[in-house]
């Protein structure tokens, strides 16, 4: 069954520095999304992405957060000056249609801040 | 503001059946989803109710009144792999709202 796969698995990052996590979204797949878990928390939206550009983004996606589709295969986040706050696990998200299709998520890449 | 309710924990036994139940309040309303979360892993899909009724998949059942903004998982036959937490989740335009979990917990 095809997969959204995200890499690394695990990202460890002094504070301050940039960060660029990657997904690779099922391959017919035309939305994308970024979520974000802290740890023992619920899972918070942060991005959706279609055609190539924003299609709602949430209160947590300021302007230290960017999204990139590079090529017709990956989608990155990209966190800049990082927090401690940030640590996190980041889940990159893809579906086939719009409200009505399920969202399937990758394994996650777990964020450390230091 | 936006919320879902779920409880924060159930216990149930090995071959029983159990029903989450999760509310919602929020500014749009496309559908309701259901995913499973083990400890470390990603959320996987389970289910998803955009119209009032059940949807019944194996052993796993959901059921949604947009009336009442409820809905609930239905959880039969019971098993251990099943000990993971369960995330009730209202699709608004294109984000994905979601409840804070429910742990699922299962005895022998």
């Known amino acids: 069954e095809p997969e959204v796969t995200q890499t690394p698995s695990h990202q460890v990052t002094q504070m301050g520095q940039e960060v660029i996590l990657r997904c690779v979204p099922i391959?017919?797949?035309?939305?994308f999304y970024w979520y974000r878990q802290i740890l023992g928390q619920k899972v918070e939206f942060l991005v959706s992405?279609?055609?190539?550009?924003?299609?709602?983004k949430s209160e947590i996606f300021d302007d230290q957060f960017s999204v990139e589709r590079p090529d017709g295969s990956n989608f990155t986040l990209k966190i800049r000056s990082t927090k401690l706050e940030d640590s996190a696990m980041y889940f990159c998200?893809?579906?086939?249609?719009?409200?009505?299709?399920?969202?399937?998520f990758g394994d996650g890449t777990r964020l450390s801040i230091l | 503001g936006q919320s879902l309710e779920q409880p924060s924990e159930v216990t149930a036994v090995e071959g029983a059946i159990v029903q989450i139940n999760c509310t919602y309040q929020?500014?749009?309303?496309?559908?309701l989803s259901w995913y499973q979360q083990h400890d470390g892993g990603a959320p996987t899909f389970l289910s998803y109710?955009?119209l009032d009724g059940l949807e019944e998949t194996g052993r796993f059942s959901s059921f949604l009144s947009r009336s009442d903004s409820y809905g609930y998982l239905l959880l039969q036959e019971l098993q251990m792999k099943d000990s993971a937490s369960y995330f009730c989740?209202?699709?608004?335009?294109?984000?994905?709202?979601w409840g804070a979990g429910t742990k699922l917990i299962i005895k022998p």
């Open positions: 989740a209202v699709r608004s335009n294109y984000q994905l709202i």
């Open positions: 391959s017919n797949h035309l939305y």
């Open positions: 929020t500014s749009g309303f496309y559908g």
């Open positions: 109710n955009a």
């Open positions: 992405f279609y055609n190539n550009e924003i299609s709602e």
């Open positions: 998200a893809s579906s086939d249609g719009g409200a009505q299709q399920p969202q399937h």
